[in-house]
T-cell receptor, first 117, second 112 residues
Framework: EPEVTQTPSHQVTQMGQEVILRCVPI?????FYWYRQILGQKVEFLVS????????KSEIFDDQFSVERPDGSNFTLKIRSTKLEDSAMYFC???????????????FGPGTRLLVL | GQQLNQSPQSMFIQEGEDVSMNCTSS?????WLWYKQDPGEGPVLLIA?????ELTSNGRLTAQFGITRKDSFLNISASIPSDVGIYFC????????????FGQGTRLTINP
């Protein structure tokens, strides 16, 4: 069964450093997403991406964040200068299409645990 | 923004018992998704609901889309140890939204 994959599974970085989190969405999916989950809290939306551009983003997704689809398979999240509060699990998700009512079923990857020291 | 409230926050049950949890919102949702998350893993989709009143099963799991479109429930029958985890409801906060908002989760613990 096709699945979303993410690398690395864990990343430890120093405050102020840049990190790039990588995702390979399900191959025939067209919509891509990043979410984060701070330890013990609920999953929060960061950004959605379609047709090589950001289609929606949350207030969390500020200028320190960027996303890219550098080739036909990878989807990346870059945090330019990490802060302590960026420590969280980051999940990539993808969906095949977008329903008119919204909320097309999104399939999540296993996550990258980011720890900023 | 729109929020989803799940109850109970946690449940402690005996193996073999049935489980019922629900998710409510102050505003209408057009899609309800139920996910399960194991520790250190990503959310795994269990059931998707797209129509008010819809009742859908996936093995021992059954979920319903409330008639008012402001709630949904998930039932698990005859629980087994691998049902342990956190169950999240999720949905698009407005018509046509791409993002999902998540509830805070119901943590299920099973005593063998």
């Amino acid at each position: 069964e096709p699945e979303v994959t993410q690398t690395p599974s864990h990343q430890v970085t120093q405050m102020g450093q840049e990190v790039i989190l990588r995702c390979v969405p399900i191959s025939n999916h067209l919509y891509f997403y990043w979410y984060r989950q701070i330890l013990g809290q609920k999953v929060e939306f960061l950004v959605s991406f379609y047709n090589n551009e950001i289609s929606e983003k949350s207030e969390i997704f500020d200028d320190q964040f960027s996303v890219e689809r550098p080739d036909g398979s990878n989807f990346t999240l870059k945090i330019r200068s990490t802060k302590l509060e960026d420590s969280a699990m980051y999940f990539c998700a993808s969906s095949e299409a977008l329903r008119l009512s919204g909320g097309e079923t999104q399939y999540f990857g296993p996550g990258t645990r980011l720890l900023v020291l | 923004g729109q929020q989803l409230n799940q109850s109970p926050q946690s449940m402690f049950i005996q193996e073999g018992e049935d489980v019922s949890m629900n998710c409510t919102s102050s505003s209408i949702f057009n899609t309800w998704l139920w996910y399960k998350q194991d520790p250190g893993e990503g959310p795994v989709l269990l059931i998707a609901l797209y129509k008010a009143g819809e009742l859908t099963s996936n093995g021992r799991l059954t979920a319903q889309f409330g008639i008012t479109r402001k709630d949904s429930f998930l039932n698990i029958s005859a629980s087994i140890p691998s049902d342990v985890g956190i169950y999240f409801c999720a949905g698009p906060p407005i018509q046509g939204a791409q993002k999902l908002v998540f509830g805070q989760g119901t943590r299920l613990t099973i005593n063998p």
